[in-house]
């Protein structure tokens, strides 16, 4: 199936979850409401003309940067701003992010029997940091939400074990947030340096 | 050197014969974290042959060894562990810090990373490389080899540098 | 602690109580594959239960590209799967050129695949080679990292580095393969092929190799698929899953190539599956090699010869700058003053993407506005907004980038999926109900590499 037919089966059976959908270089992608993500996965995993057997991968986006990181000056001392200029010019623009939203969560999905791959995106109301976890349909998500739980504070409801994986425990805050510093660290032992 | 040189000629014979057996019969406990590991792998094996030292038999066990390579990133979350393996080593040892992460930190400048193992453990020899080439590995050997051949039979041997405060953030 | 109220002196076994002993393995353990920490649970010696600890090599990958701009994001890439670091490269940027909407020349291509191919090479060679010597094989170890060696050597020919090469761009590849390249190519894998013959003879039929890792680590098909395990430890279960030849990119679909698949999904099934691809993988690159489109304009367009630079130094010596006014030397691609006659093999024509050649940044004012364009603070390679997912076929499964761009100089999300991931996450349902001895050859089949797994 090509992008716009996968995209057009899940719209017809649930016209109410997909807010929004594109296939920016060819990738189909759709926008869904968050209440709908567990039945919408459930359907693109069952239904047999989709058969998205595969979840690839589960990440979390966090857009509160976006389009407002400061373009460095041409030389820092005169405070001159460098005007971004003559980007590859784009005949098909990509919509944005969706309008107002921090966090997204990211999904992956790929159909080893028909060999498409679809894109779930799930924008996360302002202040509610939760989303409904996938492990109950796919066991591999486990781990991909204790890493998004880990690097950005994004709760699963319905997880079985919700706990650091790559950070010790110790460890206070959530590092891929945009307001996370990069250079702030919190050792366990020796100085901070 | 300590001061007290009061060293009559058969301690000074005896201390160099002790220092040259000592030298030539390394055992590395290889703490392998990363990258760096490949290279560790490529001088240990048969094309720049490290057992031509005398360094070629790694033991896992701490307790047994005298030379902690830390080979590879140290994190945040593996630096008590690496503490530990340090403190339950027998004197004497020496370590050797390979690989440019484990000198300065490399260029992972982040919150996750040790900017430089002498911060938690006192190092004898750095050999930097982003990884090493094996050449570079079997010259820090060589080093470390003098600084064993000079350890004194107390254990004594020069502080290391304290690390200069050059970058003031 | 004997139960006596049977009244018999001698307690039955069956009627002992025993309690499972809580065996920690780990961070630091013997086994080279990095740090990880597995928390058995142990009825004597079968495990009940295992708890996979890891993110003790966690560097912060995904923070630090949102640091660096799209090329500087390359060296941190090297570093994800440092056994197959070209593979790496070649996925991000290949998701990048994706996100840009360019394409590369096709030699480009071909030198890429050539290079992901010999990559995989040598990350089978160490997976297979360390995994044996865990098992007590230390000589195919020794024999295996002896053709490594020589791949390295091939490696490092072409792109200057031995493992962490940064060899290829935004839009191309850092400097063409150098004209002599097939032959040493050839001898290398001679070479490998010999090694892999007598490992071979020395692991396939070996009574203690077979008796340790058939049955052991056993995951099924379907549990694989759950758990979003790709790679040869997908293709061991019979499920017959290749991104290379089932979302071909590059030029995979020109190369003729088999995707051996196993039936049983044990530690056996994989160490075959790694073995015949390198096998393929040495294939491929013997035809990539042979249908490669022509490389750099052998002849300068101008003067029609090229002789070879230490020839010319020589002449010019000793004062015979007659007989070379008009000739070109033939320098190695990979140093400076050669870019000319190799760039439109090499990289995109995209000036907003890829460097000039250094005779046009010193020579004429396009080429040096270009190079400023790219190099200068707060310009450089910017995409246009947008986010794309690219999965290229790494040493152990599917590796994808995702890249989220807001349109300057910097990447504003890089995601890796990790192959390794998946499987790790998997582990602690295939170590259970095995024998502790079994980990070993089940953990090295699994090929974890921490960079990758915790980036």
């Known amino acids: ?72 000056a041409f030389f820092s001392s005169s405070g001159v701003a460098v005007r971004p200029s003559t980007q590859i010019p784009d005949p098909d623009p990509w919509a ?90 919190q050792p366990l032992i020796g100085p901070v340096n | 050197m300590d001061g007290t040189d009061n060293a009559s000629f058969l301690t000074s014979r005896l201390e160099e014969a002790i220092g040259w057996a000592r030298k030539y019969s390394i055992f590395q406990y290889p703490f392998v974290t990363a990258c760096c590991g490949m290279e560790y792998m490529a001088t240990a094996c048969s094309h720049y042959d490290v057992d031509r030292f005398g360094a070629g038999f790694p033991r896992f066990s701490p307790r047994q060894a005298d030379v902690l390579f830390v080979v590879g990133t140290i994190s945040h979350k593996i630096a008590p562990a690496l ?72 254990g004594k041997r020069p502080p290391p540098e304290p690390r200069p405060d050059i970058f003031q953030p | 602690m004997a139960d006596q109220s049977n009244g018999s002196p001698h307690a039955h076994a069956a009627d002992m109580e025993t309690r499972d002993m809580l065996l920690n393995i780990g961070p630091a353990h013997p086994a080279m594959h ?78 890429r695949v050539i290079l992901a191919e010999i990559s995989r090479l040598a990350d089978h060679l160490t997976c297979i080679g360390a995994s044996a010597m865990e098992l007590g094989a230390f000589t195919v170890f020794l024999y295996m990292i002896k053709a490594r060696e020589y791949l390295w050597e091939l490696v490092e020919r072409v792109t200057g580095a031995r493992m962490t090469v940064s060899y290829c761009r935004v839009g191309g590849v850092k400097g063409d393969l150098p004209a002599d390249f097939a032959e040493p190519c050839a001898k290398a894998f001679a070479e490998t092929g010999r090694v892999l013959a007598e490992s071979d003879i020395l692991l396939t039929r070996n009574r203690i190799f077979v008796d340790r890792m058939s049955g052991t680590g056993v995951i099924s098909a379907a549990d694989a698929v759950s758990y979003g395990i790709t790679g040869p430890f997908l293709r061991s279960t019979g499920t017959d899953y290749d991104v290379r030849k089932d979302c071909p990119y590059a030029i995979y679909d020109r190369l003729s190539f088999d995707v051996p698949v196993g ?61 070379i006014r008009d000739d ?14 190799e760039r439109p093999s090499v990289a995109t024509h995209e000036k907003r993407v890829f460097l000039p050649p250094k005779e046009d940044t010193y020579g004429n004012i396009e080429g040096l506005m270009q190079q400023f364009k790219l190099v200068m603070f707060g310009h450089g390679v910017r995409p246009p907004r947008g986010e794309v997912y690219f999965p290229v076929e790494g ?29 790790m996450s998997a582990l602690s349902k295939i170590l259970t109900g095995d024998m502790i001895a079994d980990m070993i050859p089940t953990f090295g089949s699994v090929n974890m590499i921490g960079g990758e797994l915790d980036r």
């Open chain 1, 1 to 72: 199936m090509n992008a716009a037919s996968l995209i057009d089966s899940v719209v017809q059976r649930f016209p109410d979850a997909v807010s929004a959908s594109h296939s920016y270089r060819g990738d189909a992608t759709l926008v869904l409401r968050p209440q709908f993500l567990v039945v919408v996965a459930q359907f693109l995993k069952q239904d047999p003309a989709l058969a998205m057997n595969f979840l690839m991968d589960l990440t979390a986006v966090d857009y509160s940067a976006f389009g407002t990181r400061p373009t460095p």
């Open chain 1, 96 to 185: 944005g992010p969706p309008n107002g939203v921090r966090f997204t969560v990211v999904y992956h999905l790929f159909s080893l029997v028909h060999k498409h791959r679809l894109r779930l995106v799930v924008p996360l109301e302002e202040a509610v940091e939760e989303v409904d976890s996938l492990t109950s349909l796919w066991p591999g998500a486990n781990w991909l939400e204790r890493e998004v739980w880990d690097m950005f504070g994004i709760r699963f409801r319905g997880h079985p074990d919700l706990k650091r994986i790559l950070m010790y425990d110790e460890f206070e805050g959530h590092p891929l947030r945009k307001d996370y510093p990069v250079k702030k660290r």
């Open chain 2, 83 to 154: 503490r530990r393996i340090y403190d339950q080593m027998a004197e004497p040892k020496w370590v050797v810090a390979f690989g440019v992460c484990t000198c300065t930190g490399g260029f992972y400048d982040n919150y996750a990373t040790v900017m430089g193992i002498d911060t938690i453990l006192p190092v004898d020899v750095y050999i930097p490389g982003c990884p090493p080439r094996p050449e570079m590995v079997l010259d820090g050997l060589m080093k470390l080899q003098e600084r064993i051949q000079g350890t004194r039979k107390t």
């Open chain 3, 34 to 111: 990095g740090i990880i920490r597995i928390l058995a649970q142990l009825d004597g010696e079968r495990i009940d239960r295992a708890d996979v600890e890891i993110g003790y090599l966690h560097r912060g990958f995904e923070k630090m590209a949102e640091t660096v701009d799209y090329n500087g994001v390359m060296p941190y890439t090297d570093r994800l799967n440092y056994v197959s670091p070209l593979i790496n490269n070649m996925g991000y940027c290949m998701a990048v050129e994706k996100l840009l909407g360019i394409t590369v020349p096709e030699r480009c291509h071909y030198v």
């Open chain 3, 263 to 323: 039936t049983r999904g044990d530690n056996m099934d994989r160490y075959l599956v790694r073995m015949e691809e390198m096998q393929q993988s040495m294939r491929m690159v013997e035809q990539a090699l042979r249908d490669i489109p022509p490389g750099p304009v052998q002849v300068h367009p101008e003067t029609g010869r090229q002789i070879p630079a230490a020839e010319m130094v020589d002449l010019a010596k000793v004062g015979n700058i007659a007989a």
């Open chain 3, 328 to 341: 070109s030397a033939l320098t190695c691609p990979t140093l400076e003053g050669s870019g000319r006659e």
């Open chain 3, 395 to 423: 040493a152990n499964g599917e590796l994808g980038f995702y890249v989220v761009s807001d349109g300057t100089g910097n990447p504003y999300r890089v995601r890796v999926r990790p192959p390794c991931f998946a499987i």
